[in-house]
């Protein structure tokens, strides 16, 4: 099956400062990756989502992702954090059919100095 | 935007007992999900259920593991016995159409086996 590693548990920016947090997938198909945010005690919100095309996708709060095939990779990406963004973002990997459930990383938590 | 509820919050059992998580998923959807979250660690897919059925499921979803929707109410996660391992944060989702579209997520039962 599939499987997402996340490798950064904790990353801490300045707020204003770029942001980039890594995403590699494990799936030998053409996958389809997503990224969720998830603030605390509340479930997980989509940010965006890559099924094919343009390997960089654009998705809310001016995040964007760009889809490595050759690297396996699908990291996350913004220009400029603000103290907002601070909050659990989790990659997931899915094989794209109905028996096969979206995977996830084990997250990446964000702190975001003020 | 949509929203799944997830009834309790949190629940407190002592372990042999029987609990029942309960998820109230967005209202036109088909696919519902259960996933599960030790603190601090990887969000684990549990199961994928379609139509009355399961679709998939992985080697944490152990026997003593079910789920059911009976006639469109809630979609709920039955653990019969409890073990001290199921304590965790147990994830509902749902999707329109299939685990290639975006997931709803719900925020979280933290069950607590003693």
């Known amino acids: 099956a599939q499987s997402v590693t996340q490798p950064d548990a904790r990353v801490t920016v300045s707020e204003g400062a770029s942001l980039q947090l890594r995403c590699k997938y494990s799936?030998?198909?053409?996958?389809?990756l997503f990224w969720y945010v998830q603030y605390p005690r509340q479930g997980l919100q989509l940010l965006l989502k890559y099924y094919s095309g343009d390997p960089v996708v654009q998705g809310v709060n001016g995040f964007e992702a760009e889809f490595i095939k050759s690297n396996s990779s699908f990291h996350l990406r913004k220009a400029s954090v603000h103290w907002s963004d601070s909050a659990v973002y989790f990659c997931?990997?899915?094989?794209?059919?109905?028996?096969?459930?979206?995977?996830f990383g084990a997250g990446t938590k964000l702190s975001v100095k003020p | 935007g949509p929203k799944v509820l997830q009834i309790p919050s949190h629940q407190i059992i002592d372990m042999g007992q029987m609990v029942t998580l309960n998820c109230d998923p967005v209202?036109?959807?088909?696919?519902f999900y259960w996933y599960k979250q030790i603190l601090g660690q990887q969000m684990e897919f549990l199961v994928n259920f379609y139509n009355g059925k399961v679709m998939e499921k992985s080697k944490l979803f152990k026997d003593q593991f079910s789920v059911e929707r009976p006639d469109g109410s809630y979609f709920t996660l039955k653990i019969q016995p409890t073990a001290l391992e199921d304590s965790a944060v147990y994830f509902c989702a749902s999707s329109l159409e299939g685990v290639s579209y975006e997931q709803y997520f719900g925020p979280g039962t933290r069950l607590t086996v003693l």
């Open positions: 997931a990997v899915s094989a794209g059919n109905n028996n096969n459930a979206p995977r």
């Open positions: 209202s036109n959807h088909l696919y």
């Open positions: 799936y030998s198909g053409t996958p389809y």
